[in-house]
């Protein structure tokens, strides 16, 4: 079966039999099969163009879902999406940023992992500088991304409802309709209602009927980091979708660098390395990056050359700069009834009642926790007991929990950023991205303000307030943006409103690194919608070359 | 509270493990080291689990699950068989761990632990450390005993329905149980109430 699975076999030393050599006549080599990677790869391929991507990480068989599942939910188990040792080290500085919690490498990318909370971003999200001064202008506003919104509503199967007062204009309904409210829901309602808080449905990349030869949500309660039901949306789907328009998908053959023309003005080949340690060249008419918020730009970084000696596509010096995330703010306590926590594993009730407001300015959004404590089958396999204690602590620990969570918006700041690491290697002998993140004190401002609201809405439940993330404790939401941000001066971004690099003519970058700001809105969405923006242009750019 | 067929199958469908009806027939055969490791389509070849094996499990059950369960032995069977076939890796793991807590009590009790009394196998177990051990498949005697022996159990136990409501969820974490119950302000009658516990999955 795998006679050639030997190193230099053209497997590339995987042993499955399955050709990891280049493709001869590539129109479009895309590196990353994450939703950004796959989206392209799908739209470009349906129209006819040949299309290869090529992606770090392995396949993974969906029939081994359950037993990825069981390895999240029992202690001493494998991470169950491989992530960390060597492939995959990197370095911090500031702030601690756990990045391999945040990410995921293999076929169908982060959202193997991800939760699904899929929204737009606000009409002011694009202008921040002209309206409040801070941040930067986005080239694009609201209008220019509306259809593309949509189309990626579509593509996402989205379940969701037109009861939010306060999100950005829409026509047409959500293509599945949206999950109910939770039970708790019910009881925040109450409370919210006497503060004149307006709750509202989320929208879920997850369906809440079948949709797209994928099964309705049945309630496993593990969406993050693993939906054994494939009701949560991965960009498994669209990798599928753009093998069957005759896209080819190779994975585990992380791309080293890109290569470029004598003059430095287009990439000729991205040079991949298959297990075995082979480099291959992989030449293609355009090449796209979708490689997440940290590895786009260490690609960039690591592919440069004489022409140009500081990274590709950086003759802004911006590629790597201005990393941001979205903070999380939370607090919790416990009632005394029950609140019905831990059935499933998404949301069904959020606010963002505040999230335009200038006091503070950035961006926040407010999550009624349908995860609220801890999961008995969870705390059991953890516990110092058994038997009957077991079971009371069990009863004692579960049922009364109530949480309301949110993500708060981080201004872009030249310094936190993405560089290579001079004295760590990966297992390919690559630097390591080194990422440099702390918080200013108006972040940690717009922190508390959360807090705040989220301790009006407890102490208006009545529940006791056990625990507050705020700034001291805040991390994360595991959402990297800005690294090769989108604007119209070549001397200030990377990318142009099209996506494509200012500096090199066949070079394109999808993905949350090209965001200039980053709202506090979960970024897929947005990351779609690009992506889908960017097929068209690039589209128009193979017909016409 | 009764274990039923039902809640067996459900944990097992948080492992991934499906297991034909045959097999819940629980045959009791003399002990073999290579059971169920020729687990294929035929009849005959379906798994089986060596008494020893299934009395020190249901042993260990009847210690770490909560008292006055029923059905106990039936379910301990059936999850064990369905999680063991086809992962020769696990049900080698497994063995191994039982063989070692047979041999404990051997050492400290002269019995096999199947024989001591209840509380005499709770306190064997607590004596060894597990109580607080990490578990780790590939780690120390005690840390073995809590990876395949206890939290084994205590997974299929609290990821069924039944185990579950014990403790105030119908619909734990693991087990498919639908969209329904977190929108209930309190549990919905079991399925076993319902529909008397038959197969249906
Ligand atoms: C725990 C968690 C929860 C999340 N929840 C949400 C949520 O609720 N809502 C939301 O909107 N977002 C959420 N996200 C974020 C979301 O997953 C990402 O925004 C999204 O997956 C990014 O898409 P992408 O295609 O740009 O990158 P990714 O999905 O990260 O995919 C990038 C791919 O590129 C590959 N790659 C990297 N470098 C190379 C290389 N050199 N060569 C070849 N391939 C390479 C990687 O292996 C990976 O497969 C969550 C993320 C995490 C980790
Ligand atoms: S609750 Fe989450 S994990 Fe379970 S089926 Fe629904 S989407 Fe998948």
Not at chain 1, 279 to 297: D, W
Not at chain 1, 317 to 329: E, I
Not at chain 1, 509 to 516: L, T
Request: charged residues 25%; negative net charge; glycine residues 10%.
């Amino acid at each position: 079966m795998s006679a050639d699975g030997g190193s230099g076999g053209s497997d590339g030393g995987v042993g499955d039999g399955i050709d990891r050599t280049p493709s001869p006549s590539a129109d479009v080599c895309v590196v990353g099969s994450g939703p950004a990677g796959a989206l392209v790869a799908h739209r470009l391929a349906d129209e006819g163009a040949n299309v290869v991507v090529l992606e770090a990480g392995p396949r993974f068989e969906f029939s081994e879902r359950t037993a990825q599942q069981e390895q999240h939910i029992r202690p001493g188990m494998e991470d169950p999406w491989e992530m960390g040792g060597p492939r995959d080290a990197y370095s911090t500085e500031g702030r601690h940023y756990p990045l391999n919690a945040a990410r995921v490498k293999g076929v169908g990318g982060s959202t193997l992992h991800w939760q699904g909370m899929v929204m737009r971003l606000h009409e002011r999200d694009f202008e921040m500088q002209t309206r409040y001064g801070v941040g930067t202008d986005w080239p694009i506003d609201y209008d220019d991304l509306r259809p593309y919104y949509a189309d990626a509503e579509r593509a996402f199967g989205v379940a969701g409802a037109m009861d939010n007062p306060y999100a950005p204009p829409r026509e047409e309904p959500f293509p599945l309709p949206a999950f109910p409210p939770s039970y708790s829901d019910s009881l925040f309602a109450e409370a919210c209602e006497r503060l004149e808080i307006d709750m509202h449905s989320v929208p879920n990349a997850r369906n809440s009927e079948p949709y797209d030869d994928r099964a309705p949500c049945l309630g496993y309660g593990t969406c993050k980091p693993v939906c054994p039901s494939g009701a949560k949306y991965t960009a498994e789907s669209h990798v599928a979708k753009a093998e069957a328009a005759g896209a080819r998908v190779i994975d585990r053959v992380p791309v080293q660098r890109l290569e470029h023309d004598d003059a430095g003005e287009t990439i000729e080949a991205a040079v991949y390395a298959t297990p075995d340690g082979t480099e291959h060249r992989q030449t293609a008419g355009q090449f796209v990056l979708a490689c997440g918020g940290v590895e786009n730009a260490r690609l960039l970084l690591l592919s440069a050359s004489e022409q140009h000696p500081d990274g590709l596509a950086n003759s802004s010096g911006a590629v790597g700069r201005f990393f941001m995330d979205h903070l999380f703010a939370g607090a919790g306590g416990r009632l005394d009834e029950p609140t019905r926590q831990n059935h499933v594993g998404f949301n069904t009730s959020e606010t963002h009642q505040f999230y335009d407001d200038t006091e503070p300015v950035e961006g926040l959004k407010l999550e009624f926790l349908n995860y609220a404590g801890p999961s008995p089958v969870i705390e059991a396999l953890g516990a110092d007991t058994w038997g009957d204690e077991l079971a009371e602590q069990l009863n004692e620990s579960y049922g009364t929990h109530v949480a309301v969570g949110g993500l708060v918006e981080q201004l872009p700041d030249a310094e936190n950023r993405i560089t290579l690491d001079p004295d760590r290697r990966d297992d390919h002998g690559n630097p390591v991205p080194h990422v440099e993140w702390s918080l200013g004190e108006r972040t940690e401002r717009a922190i508390r303000r959360a807090n705040e609201i989220q301790h009006a809405i407890l102490g208006e439940l009545g529940a006791s307030i056990e625990w507050t993330v705020g700034p001291e404790s805040t991390g994360p939401a595991y959402h990297q943006m800005g690294t090769t941000r989108m604007g119209s001066d070549p001397g200030q971004s990377v990318v142009d409103a099209d996506c494509r690099t200012h500096d090199l003519s066949n070079l394109w970058v999808v993905g949350s690194s090209v965001f200039p700001t980053g709202g506090a809105m979960n970024p897929t969405l947005t990351i779609a919608a690009l992506s889908l923006r960017t097929a068209e242009a690039l589209s128009a750019s193979l017909s016409d070359p | 509270m009764e274990l039923t067929r039902r809640d067996a199958l459900a944990a097992l469908a948080a492992v991934g493990a499906t297991v034909g009806g045959g097999v819940l027939a629980g045959r009791y055969d003399p002990p073999r080291a290579d059971a169920a490791s020729d687990a294929g389509s035929g009849s005959a070849a379906e798994p089986t689990l060596s008494t020893d094996l299934l009395d020190l499990l249901d042993a260990a059950a009847e210690v770490v699950y909560p008292s006055g369960v029923d059905g106990r032995r039936t379910f301990v069977e059936t999850y064990v068989l369905g999680r063991t076939e086809n992962q020769p890796a696990y049900r080698e793991g497994l063995q191994e761990a039982a063989a070692q807590l047979d041999a404990v009590a051997r050492d400290w009790r002269g019995q096999p632990y199947a024989d001591l009394d209840a509380d005499v196998r709770d306190k064997l177990l607590r004596d060894l450390g597990v109580e607080t051990a990490e578990p780790v498949a590939d780690g120390t005697i005690t840390e073995r005993i809590r990876f395949y022996v206890v939290n084994d159990l205590l997974f299929a136990f609290y990821s069924s329905p039944t185990g579950g409501r014990l403790v105030g969820i119908e619909n734990p974490i693991g087990h498919p149980g639908g969209i329904e119950s977190y929108q209930r302000a309190s549990m919905s009658p079991s399925s076993a109430e319902r529909s008397g516990g038959t197969n249906e999955r």
